[in-house]
């Protein structure tokens, strides 16, 4: 089955290039099924690149996704063309009264500040709120995993001495998570951050579960009891030339840039990288949209049990 996006998004034609089945509105609206609805949050810089990444992951599975793209009013984007966000996007006020079977919460470059002091971080202290009562299932990614522990559980993020920026081996925890169904003993997923969230305290919630770990980088797949809420501090999203792209913006501007740790073969940044968190990837999403959303979800959404 396919994802359903704007024939004109400029991710469709990447995708159908891919050989990944998408179509557009006009076709869609004679397909007689109820598609899962997804919402996705994008606070990303970059949101055309970021939009192409998780529609290509949503899209590697048998059912069929509704999308939403939605945007922070109180934040102007600087990098992404506003003709893209007008034609593309909604926002928060556009789609709070209605429901969703999932809804994606991207990262965003502002860990290192203060939650009080992010320009859009009312508006989204409104967005968490909403999710419990107007979505089934929340996936929050990295800096967005951050904001909702701190929001949901009042989990504080800590900064880090040295950048967390590379690929690194992660091991399951919780092997009965039906997110992570399928899995091997372990598994790769690129980090890129300032902050981290700490084992200790996520142990001390006794609403929360570590599902998976890594022994470098940390926690890295936090879910509450019911496997509603997921918090993922790493990017299963990225391509693979995105810590590489990464990387050589930043070792231009700055020498003391380190290279991305297990990436570059020989770590030499001449080399191509080795993508081998895209299976592990692909699989995730896809149990999350089958097992913890489309199994789950009540047919009409207007029966959505509200979040404890």
Request: aromatic share 12%; proline share 6%; charged share 25%.
């Amino acid at each position: 089955m396919p994802i359903k996006i704007p024939n004109n998004l400029p991710a469709f034609s990447t995708l159908e290039k891919e050989n990944i089945f998408v179509i557009g509105n006009d076709r869609a609206e004679h397909q007689d099924i109820r598609a899962i609805k997804v919402a996705i949050l994008n606070l990303m810089p970059d949101k055309i690149v970021t939009e192409t990444q998780i529609l290509r992951l949503l899209s590697n599975t048998p059912l069929h996704v509704d999308i939403e793209l939605v945007q922070m009013a109180s934040h102007t984007s600087k990098t992404t063309p506003q003709e893209h966000m007008l034609a593309f996007y909604k926002s928060f006020d556009e789609i709070k009264h209605n429901r969703y079977d999932g809804l994606i919460i991207t990262g965003a470059p502002v860990e290192t500040l203060d939650f009080d002091d992010v320009d859009y971080w009312k508006e989204l202290c409104e967005v968490f709120e909403w999710s419990k009562t107007n979505v089934y299932s929340t996936i929050h990614i990295c800096w967005g995993a951050q904001a909702g522990l701190y929001y949901h559980y009042g989990i504080p993020k800590y900064p880090l001495e040295t950048k967390m920026f590379g690929n690194f081996k992660h091991h399951i925890e919780h092997p009965e998570s039906l997110l992570l169904r399928g899995f091997g003993d372990v598994f790769h997923c690129p980090h890129s951050r300032h902050t981290e969230v700490r084992r200790e305290d996520i142990d001390k919630c006794d609403k929360l579960t570590v599902i998976a770990e890594s022994y470098e980088a940390g926690v890295h797949v936090v879910s509450d009891k019911s496997e509603r809420q997921f918090f993922l501090l790493g990017h299963w999203e990225y391509d693979r030339e995105t810590l590489a792209k990464e990387y050589f913006r930043d070792a231009g501007k700055r020498d003391d840039v380190s290279v991305p740790y297990n990436y570059f073969p020989d770590n030499n940044p001449e080399n191509t990288p080795v993508f081998n968190w895209s299976c592990s990837a692909n699989l995730m999403y896809a149990n999350w949209l089958n097992y913890c959303v489309y199994q789950r979800t009540p047919y009409d959404l207007e029966y959505l049990d509200p979040l404890d």
